[in-house]
């Protein structure tokens, strides 16, 4: 009875404890499924892991053509910097926009944006996911996974955004 009592004991302490990720790798490609909302990382063609339930832009169909049409960019880029005093929970720069989104935007007047990260959630909130679809063009995701995408994705990792 009172190795039964120590196991529970212990069991329930395990439980309590500080959960320690294992690193999950180094990523050398990110793609991102926006009508699946997914972001998945690979490394030498094999999957590391998917993360669900992204969120994008206010208007998540289509390419992001100009600044403000809260469109996330589709097509490959980079991830060229990381920002850790980011107003969200760290922040993974896209390079968009890419010469051909620039002339595209250049042709009709407009400016294509810019600033497009992946990102954890806005800092200062409770923990958790905003609802739905918030952000101005960005890829966003909780601040759990975003700390282990930071650690797994070094700057120059190719992104392939697709519809």
């Not at 329930?12 to 180094?26: Q, S």
């Not at 289509?62 to 880029?77: A, I, W």
Request: hydrophobic share 40%; with cysteine; glycine share 10%.
């Amino acid at each position: 009875m009172v190795r039964r009592a120590w196991l529970l004991l212990c069991a329930a302490l395990a439980a309590c404890a500080p959960v320690e990720r294992a690193p999950i790798g180094t990523a050398d490609l990110v793609r991102v499924d926006k009508s699946e909302r997914t972001l998945s990382l690979y490394a030498g063609g094999r999957l590391l892991k998917t993360y669900t339930g992204i969120q994008l832009g206010d208007a998540p169909e289509g390419h992001k053509q100009f600044e403000g049409d809260e469109k996330t960019p589709e097509g490959r880029y980079t991830i060229d910097y990381r920002n850790p005093n980011s107003a969200y929970h760290l922040s993974l720069h896209i390079s968009y926009p890419a010469a051909a989104d620039s002339a595209f935007a250049a042709q009709a007047g407009q400016s294509p944006g810019g600033e497009i990260f992946v990102h954890g959630q806005p800092n200062g909130l409770p923990a958790g996911r905003m609802p739905g679809d918030w952000t101005d063009g960005c890829i966003a995701v909780s601040n759990a996974e975003i700390e282990e995408i930071w650690a797994a994705v070094p700057d120059g990792t190719p992104i392939v955004i697709q519809p």
